[in-house]
């Protein structure tokens, strides 16, 4: 399995930016595809975007489309989630996540998970 770290959380205010980025270990990192959920207080973990192994192919929730962007840099072993126009219900642990191959969303089809970032949004 691969190991995943993220960074790039914090506190902004509504209508601002954040990046985030997922480290992977190891040496088959363009084996997988990755994704990104998130998980508010007292709520389920959410879908928010994924990545095929390529980069080619993305998929978002309909609640982040237009507003985040997912990237991967496969010579970095790196993924990376652009939260533009955040607004204070993007408020929420966010998690990256992989899985061996094909790009999916639903949190059970990923196998290997970080620890979180904590995203904030005020108003």
């Known amino acids: 399995q691969v190991q995943l770290v993220e960074s790039g959380g914090g506190l902004v205010q509504a209508g601002g930016s954040l990046r985030l980025s997922c480290a992977a270990s190891?040496?088959?990192?363009?084996?997988?595809?990755m994704g990104w959920f998130r998980q508010a207080p007292g709520k389920d973990r959410e879908f928010v975007a994924a990545?095929?192994?390529?980069?080619?192919?993305?998929y978002y929730a309909d609640s982040v489309k237009g507003r985040f962007t997912i990237s991967r840099d496969n010579a970095k072993n790196t993924v990376y989630l652009q939260m533009n126009s955040l607004k204070p219900e993007d408020t929420a642990v966010y998690y990256c996540?992989?899985?061996?191959?094909?790009?999916?969303?639903?949190?059970?089809?990923?196998?290997?998970w970080g620890q979180g970032t904590q995203v904030t949004v005020s108003s």
């Open positions: 996540a992989a899985r061996l191959l094909h790009i999916a969303t639903m949190e059970s089809d990923f196998g290997s």
């Open positions: 990545i095929n192994w390529s980069g080619d192919n993305t």
């Open positions: 190891g040496r088959t990192f363009s084996s997988y595809a």
